[in-house]
């Protein structure tokens, strides 16, 4: 067995635990599931010190589909039709997987105190909801059939609804109903592209038997597989020449639409919510500001990735023309989201709102670096994607510690928490300054590496300078709400009203101190950390794309 | 045209053998004399009533498993002397339906004996009503003689009227019970008209025969108004059971107004027996096809009832929002699900089509799964307003805390029915989509994407009214006391709620259940034979 499906299921395994051991222990047991997890995830790093001495992304090959830990089982069958438990790891969601066991993880750390929280009925439910969050999750990022996918992206919902629902803020009904109705809204169509998916691609493989007279066409990333039928899998899709042929051809209908544009902007509405952009971004404030602080690292942490993840393992490489034909769209959405989000973020007078919002402006960015398709952009887009990965939970367990002492957000009424909590408070500044992207720190790497992507891209597309000024605009907004946010709770005079607060505790420095060691070491060593794992899989991605597009033109 | 009455074509057919594969529903028939008769041997206690009613389902079921194994390589179209035009066929599918069917009607008479038995007094009468609507609807599936299918509706209804207002003295049942008996009486009288009309063009009353004269009549380029309107009011039959927009105004009124066990009863049964009698309908007509290239001629019927399919399960999600009655609520979503289920019978695929047996498959995973969803939820509703005396949603106000034995159930068959992994209602969703799938190789590609495309965007509708109970029953808690519930409701809801789980990781054994059903879909009705050879032979010659 895989040890990905190890990792995928060894907190479903803590969950059900969660539902028999003694109240008491319940913690702890979540505690130990969500480590177990995270310590599996960490032996993946051993794929890239192989014997073979391959140290870097080659650790996945020089092509799109090279897999590692692939298990793949036939799942549901009937005639013409297989799908499969495959899951595999390449460059892509290898970063994501570590990244997603260690925010739960650090979250768990962070529901500790679950018996002190303003609703503490139920941690038996809150613990195993919790790990089903985190099984659905990991899910997401190792199920390479589009079917297995589908249902982990799906299976992730109404633990989160309940989650958010049951042990939220005041107006919790509502940020959880807002943020199952966009996500499912968002989804449903992607059904939709599963289903056409795999007919098209049947349709495909079926013409290309009969043009050449044989039994079964090669498959496009495995030696020696001879595939008959439409699939689900999503390499296959990819990388597999009568596919992309049959999908990318201009005769391509579906219902009168060019298959691959309409099919590109099925999925990409799904995950277009998930990142959040502007303008279906209305869910995450909400939801933020309602979800109690775990809820809101994970949600910040990883189910935001998830949107990213989906751009880059779905709608590019499977429908890179559709990417061609919606670049500018994208690109603007991906600006305006940058900029919208860092306006909205200086008109917050709420603390945990304003973080949010910043989500909104970060996730611009990601959305920007893919829109372009160069290999800088889509590297760049990923790296923030885990800087922010880092950073943004950090800064709301900060929100969620002064909220804790304080019970209330208003920034207006902080100021000086660095004299009263001085711990608290150089940590503090070194989360939000990543969030800045100060050089030096996780988050400027990532917007740097965007802003050249987009650059790079100005030879394909006219409007890419103009883009990435703006874009590059969006830092200086950064900066503002973040310098000003700062000054009005950290800095200046101590405070009467706060003066008894107590500094960071043990476990709360526990839980801050390595999202603020990888903060500074993803950014100063951006290439050790994380671009040689995931370099190589988004190379030959491109190179994979810009083939088809070739093709196309 | 040869009917039973005239005894010289009496001759040629295999009565004993006919006799026994349908057996069933001699076995169901005799259940209900033995339920006529248990008063004057045993007395009217209700429990007695229902353990020789459970007694004789558990036969007629354990009839049923018997014959199967016969009838799945050979399917019989018998009691004619015409093995085209047989007045009842037991075939996969029949037997399949009469599987589900008892397996469900055990569940019903479970609930019934919980929330109904300590209190009924009519007992005898109850069980035969209820018997004889199960008869009408093994009936309705296991034929395609025009004449047995306005028997086997009547059969199924007539019933069904008298138990909704069983209840002489609430006044509510009673309403329902009128409703619904003056629109069946109508929808039946529109049925009729058209089974005369069609009679009168066709000449005989088999389903085959009339599938081969519209078919060319169509192929020819030509859509005979008469012709259109006698199909037309054919389809009111089927779709007053199925409760289709715009036939479904009972529906809310008669589930509202029944006793909860008979609202569950109706809500799968009478809708899962109306669905298949209306795909055996197209996959006859589908069979009267020359080649699959042809399909094309039946466009305007596939439209037709893939229209009322979309009409059906939007109008039911929508008007499913302002219900504050549980009850009432889970009555438009059958009317919403009926209409997903209707989907798949608008896929009218060739026999020697690729997937030719699927959307039959489909649907029959799909009614399998409502089964056990909707037992769920009815039960939950049932034992829930059995203890407080209402079914409004508030009554299930923290029911998280009060039972979450009922609200863990409830709340895995809500979110089955909205349709999303990872509970079993996804999957039966899935292969709808699959079927349709199918249709979009050729001429139904725009068909088959308009509706999957509305069958997820109703998901999404969906979503909303489900969520409303289950918001009060987990997020809100107004402190009402605890609900205790007899152990053995606990025990069925529960398993609904197990299985729906199940069924997505293990779902093999169930499509291949469900592929079985399917299989042999086209035999009993499509098979050409030549005068005077023996019906078996002719039935060999098919396999």
Sequence with gaps: MSILTWIVFVPMLGALLCMVVPRRQIRTVAVAASLVTFLLSLSLFATF????????????????????????????????????????????????????????????????????WAINKGPRAYFALFLLLETGMLGVFVSLDFFLFYIFWEVMLLPMYFLIGAWGGPRREYAAIKFFLFTLAGSVLMLVALVAMYFYSDQAITAEMARQGIEGVASGYREGVIISHGTFD???????????????????????????????????????????????????????????????????????????????RLCYPIFPTGGMTWAFPVAVIGVV????????????????????????????????GIAV??????????????????????????????????HHREINRFGGLWLTMPRYGTLATIGFFASLGLPGLCGFIGEVWVLLGVFAAAEKFTWAIPMAILAAAGV??????????????????EREEHAGFPDASGRETFILVPMALLCIALGVFPMQTVFIFTNGTLDAMLAQMARVIGMGS | MTLLGQTSAWSGIPVGEHLWVFSPMIALIATMLAVVACPIVVGRSARTIARVATLGVIVTLGLTLATWGEVSTNPVSGLSTQ????????????????????????????LWKIGSAGSEENAPEFFILLLGSALGMILMVSTSNLLMIVLGIEMASLPSYAIVGFNKRDRKGAEASVKYMIFGAVCAAIMLYGVSLLYGMVGSLSVADLARYTVEQFAGGQHPLLLSVGLLCLLVGPAFKISAVPFHFWCPDAFEGARIEVTTWLSVASKAAGLILLARMVSTFAGAVDEPLAMSVLKPLAWTIGIMAAVTCTLGNFAAYPQQSVKRLLAYSSIAHAGYMMMAVAVFLHPQADRSGEPMAALMFYIIVYVFMNLGAFGVTALVSWETGSDRIEGFTGLMRRAPWLAVPMVVCLISLVGLPPMAGFLAKWWVLVALGSLADGWGANLAWFLIIVAVVNTLISLYYYLRIVVVMTLRDTGEPVIRSPIGGLALVNFCALMLLALLVVSAPLKATADRFSRNLFDATTVTQPAGEPVAAALDRAD
Excluded at chain 1, 278 to 283: C, F, L, S
Excluded at chain 1, 338 to 366: E, N, P, W
Excluded at chain 1, 389 to 400: A, D, N, Q, T
Aim: proline fraction near 4%.
């Design chain 1, 373 to 406: 398709m160069t290999d800088t952009g889509f590297q760049g887009a990923l790296f923030q994607m885990i800087a922010h990965g880092i950073s943004s939970p950090m800064c709301f367990f900060l929100v969620g510690m002064v909220y804790e002492r304080a």
């Design chain 1, 49 to 116: 010190f192989n014997p073979a001495g391959e140290t870097s992304g080659e650790g996945f090959g020089s092509r799109y589909g090279m897999l590692q830990h692939v298990q793949r089982a036939t799942w549901i069958e009937s005639k013409s039709f297989a799908i499969e438990y495959f899951v595999g790891m390449d460059g892509l969601s290898f970063p994501l997987i570590v990244l997603t066991t260690l925010i739960s993880l650090l979250s768990c750390l962070a529901s500790w105190n679950f018996d002190k």
């Design chain 1, 337 to 368: 989201s940058i900029i919208y989000g860092a306006l909205c973020a200086m008109a917050q007078t709420d603390f945990k709102r304003l973080v949010a919002y910043s989500s909104v402006s970060h996730m611009g960015y990601v959305m920007l």
């Design chain 1, 234 to 312: 999503l390499m296959e899709l990819a990388t597999n020449p009568a596919i992309q042929n049959h999908f990318a051809a201009s005769s391509t209908l579906f219902l009168g639409w060019r298959f691959a544009p309409l099919m590109f902007l099925f999925l990409f509405v799904g995950f277009a919510v998930k990142l959040p952009c502007v303008p279906v971004h209305t869910w995450l404030p909400d939801a933020h500001v309602e979800a109690p602080t775990p809820i809101s690292m994970i949600l910040a942490g990883v189910l935001l990735k998830m949107g990213g993840y989906g751009f880059l």
């Design chain 2, 83 to 110: 093995p085209t035009s047989g007045m009842l066929i037991a075939d996969n599918l029949s037997i399949g339906f009469q599987v589900i069917l008892m397996v469900f009607l055990l569940g019903v008479i479970y």
């Design chain 1, 476 to 493: 200086v907004l950064t900066a503002g709400y973040i310098l000003w946010l700062i000054r009005r709770v950290y800095l200046g005079k």
